[in-house]
């Protein structure tokens, strides 16, 4: 099943590749198209955005993409970064984004990094293609979910005691539920999974981090769904109010009205 999809995901790469090059776009110029693109998020942002070029060290963990995978990926990030008021990533914590093509950390492929209290992350721009059939909802998530890390640490992690805590999230739970980092059931991290209340997904079940990350960037790009699912789920429903209290204390421009926003601007199709 791996291998296919490993396959599925090299033909619809090398394709796209072939066909760039045989409508007569040059890498270079795909290069300066990408890194004109890359400059103006930048400053849009205040936020260092670039791409992973050259040669990287296999410590890193990192790989570089063509540019032509740069170049969708751009247009994705482009889009979803405007969804946050000016001056909100600056504010979250954020001071540097980086695109390359694979990221390999502890011997796992993540689609997302982000470097716990740089402020920085790292996305897999080929991950557009991972899932064929819906790239584009999967790599939306992704950016979303790691803005959301840099900003919960930004809120919750005590630099001082070098701990993250939130024992007001993790009150939320039904008693006796133990997340899957601290031994809990083995969880499927892919899509939504609504099977135990209180969490939207499988991956949610991980720690609070990753619950926190995975109701944020669902509540971003597919609202519709948490909505559904919170209307009869409690311990959902509570999550989803502390976390809007807790972003909007934090950052007053995340407020009703950007919740409210993503509703009205909700994207079912890909
Ligand atoms: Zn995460």
């Given at each position: 099943?791996?291998?296919?999809?490993?396959?599925?995901?090299?033909?619809?790469?090398?394709?796209?590749?072939i066909q760039e090059a045989a409508w007569g776009i040059e890498p270079d110029e795909v290069r300066e198209e990408v890194t004109g693109k890359l400059r103006a998020l930048s400053i849009r942002h205040s936020v260092e955005i670039q791409a992973l070029r050259g040669s990287t060290s296999p410590e890193s963990g990192l790989a570089i993409a063509s540019e032509y995978v740069y170049k969708k990926y751009v247009n994705v990030l482009e889009k979803e970064l405007a969804i946050y008021p000016p001056g909100v990533l600056k504010k979250f914590g954020i001071k540097r984004i980086l695109l390359c093509g694979g990221i390999k950390k502890f011997d796992q492929?993540?689609?997302?990094?982000?470097?716990?209290?740089?402020?920085?992350?790292?996305?897999?721009?080929?991950?557009?293609?991972?899932?064929?059939?819906?790239?584009?909802?999967?790599?939306r998530l992704g950016i979303h979910h790691e803005i959301f890390h840099v900003l919960d640490d930004e809120i919750y992690f005590d630099r001082a005691r070098q701990a993250y805590s939130d024992p007001g999230w993790k009150a939320i739970n039904q008693p006796g539920f133990v997340y899957y980092i601290f031994g809990g059931a083995k969880i499927d991290p892919i899509g939504i999974d609504h099977s135990v209340p209180g969490f939207l997904t499988g991956y949610s079940r991980h720690s609070i981090m990753e619950d926190k990350?995975?109701?944020?960037c669902w509540k971003i790009v597919r609202p519709d769904l948490v909505d559904r699912a919170r209307q009869t789920d409690e311990w959902l429903d509570r999550k989803n109010r502390r976390l809007e209290k807790i972003i909007k204390e934090?950052?007053?421009?995340?407020?009703?009205?950007?919740w409210g926003k993503r509703v009205a601007e909700l994207e079912c199709i890909d």
């Open positions: 099943m791996r291998s296919f999809a490993g396959l599925i995901l090299f033909l619809i790469t090398f394709t796209t590749t492929h993540f689609g997302g990094w982000t470097e716990r209290l740089k402020g920085e992350i790292v996305y897999d721009a080929k991950r557009l293609t991972t899932n064929p059939d819906s790239p584009n909802t999967t790599a990350a995975e109701l944020f934090f950052c007053p421009e995340i407020d009703d009205a950007f």
